[in-house]
Each structure stands twice: as C-alpha cells, then as structure tokens.
C-alpha cells in the first residue's frame, strides 16, 4: 500500500513530503538502493537527496528510477531529486562534474542543486565572487536546475549571510530538538520563502534511533525520535531528512508523513519532561547554549563542547556525544576544530556566562568523559 502523503512547497522548486531520503547510507549495492527507494515510495517519500561526492549513490539511484519505471510503474516524475556539489573548483570542472551527475542520473534536468558545505566565509565569497558566479548563471542560463540552494555546518552568523543574499532559495541545515541553536535561522529562510531542509535529524540529532532509558522514559508515551520529528515539523521546516540505511529505519518516519500540525498539549508536556529531566540530571550546570562566554582566546567552541555535555549526562546520550566529541579536529570545516583540552584555564569565559558555570572545570569533566579514539566518519 502507498501512503498519500503531505507536500510542501520547497522553495522555488517543486512540492516535497515532510521527509525526504538520504542515500547516503544506501551506497552498498543496487538491491540496497532500489530496496530502500521503493520502500520511500511505499511511505509516501517524493523527495530524494544525494551528491556526486556519495560514492556510487547518483549511478544506483539513476539505475532504481529507470527499473522502478519498468517494473513498478512509478514514473520518473513522481521524484523530486537533489544532489549537491561542493564550493571548489574552476567553471570546467564544475560543468563537466555536473553534467556527469545528470549523466548518472539518468536526467536532463535537476530539480534543486545544494552548493554543499558552505562552512567558512571564502566558500560563500566563490558563490557569490567566485566560480561560483558563472557556474550558477550557466545552469540556470541552460535550465538545468529548477533552484539552487546551499548546505551549511558553518557559524549562525555566516548561514545568515547565505540565507540573505537572494542567490538560494532553500537551504540544508542542522536543525534539531536537543540542539535548537539554528532554528531561528530555519524560521528566517522560511520567512524569505525558502524551503528547508532538516539535515538528520535522527543521527545527527543525538542518534534517537538509539536512545537512553533516561530518554525513553522522559518522552513516554512518545518515541523521543517521533518527538524530535514532530518539534521540526510543528515548526514549519518542509522536509526532514532520512538517512535509512535499513527498512525499520521507515518505521517511525512513515507514520509520521501527514504530522505538520501544531503540536498538541500531550506532545508539549513530553518536551517539557524531557528537559526537566536533563535538568535535574544536570543540577545548576547545564549550559545554556547563550554563546555570551564567546570568544575564547584559545578559540574554543565551549557552548559546543558543553552542549555535548549535556546531550551525555543530561538526555544520556552518551556515544553519540563520544563520537561527536572525538570528530573534532578531524573533520576541517565540517565541525569544530578544537577540543577542551586547548583550555588554558584563563578563566576569561567565567564572568560572561549568566549561569556562572565554571566552564573550565566544565571543560575538564567534558574531555575526560568523552575523549577517546576517532571512529570512521561519513559526512559531515
Ligand atoms: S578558560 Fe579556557 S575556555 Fe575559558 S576563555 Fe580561557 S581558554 Fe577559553
Ligand atoms: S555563557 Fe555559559 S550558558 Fe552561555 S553558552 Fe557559554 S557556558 Fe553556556
């Protein structure tokens, strides 16, 4: 049975369901993608999102399209597609990469291209300065694209910027409940009529595929991952991204396909129970994500280090905040730089934080409770 399924209007583009999968984690082989795309269809899913850069991820979904054409009667215009190239490279490159995922897509035209991994300042200056310039004006001259957006692991101020300068008409961002720090931002694009893209919000979001008993007993009689979903989609975000690597990762996200309405006061009071919760597990030293301890001569990310801080000790999220911690330094622009362990214990940051953490002690707990030895990343 196929689901009848919400639209949104994504930006300029085309109407896309609440969720939309990501096929990063689909790469092994052609049964995994075709398993997982029909099983998207099956849910109610439209929206597919991809890059040139995910391994055979454009060849397999361009095989899946063609094959579910012939066999299942699912035509190719059911789909709304997105991939995405990174901000680098000169006018040529850039044309003959994009005409090689039209290629392995087996399409003429793209709905919606993310520049992806606007992360740093100069990335945005080659959009808006760069090769950037020419290459848009040549997709759009040409009507390969129906929009461009961009994806972003950057600062608040640097998205910002992005989601102001008219160039995009959606963006990708990390939106999540137990890190809310980019909503407003997300509410700002959806103000200028764009579409937005929640990235991961199950993964990336605190792994609430997998989450702690302290979770699970905080959010009854809810899933803390349907509780997550439903913050974002009450919020107005279009799509959520799904990065199913396995059918009963659809579970979840499926019964939530039509769930855009506000949140009722049962949904409501699990939010509020969830952070009573993390509250008292984390007495008077939660932090509260204000960013006025900012900056640290040392350039540490603190409320990023104490946000994972709370993620373990508060909601017990543990591992993931142990992965996340461990990523730092090596992952360049997609994540933080620098760990607790740059703390020269100048105390600068204590007077400025209104909750009067002692952030260096904070810091020191932090480190010796998550470092550890890095694990395989994918992305971002
Ligand atoms: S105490 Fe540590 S975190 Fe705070 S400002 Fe100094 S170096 Fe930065
Ligand atoms: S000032 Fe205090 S509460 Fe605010 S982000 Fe920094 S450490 Fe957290």
Redesign the pocket.
Known sequence: MIIDSQKRLFGKGCNVSLFTLGTMRATENLNKMYSLIKRAHQAGINHLETAASYGKAEILIGEVLNKLENSEKITKKEWIITTKVLPKGDFNYLKKNFKNSLKNLKLKKIHNLAIHGINLDEHLDWVLNGEGVKFLQWLIKNDLVDQVGFSSHGSYKLIEKAINCEVFSFCNLHLHFLDQSKISLAQLALKKKMGVLAISPADKGGRLYAPSDTLLKASAPYHPLALAYRFLLSKGITTLSLGASKIEDFYIAEKLINSSQKLTSSEINALKNIEKVANEELKSSKCEQCRSCLP???E?P?PEILRLRNISLGYGQIEFAKERYNLIGRAGHWWEEKNASF???????VPKCPSELN??EL?KQTHNLLVEKPKKRLWG
């Open positions: 640290c001569p040392s540490i603190i703390c020269l214990e100048c105390n600068e940051c952030i260096p810091l």
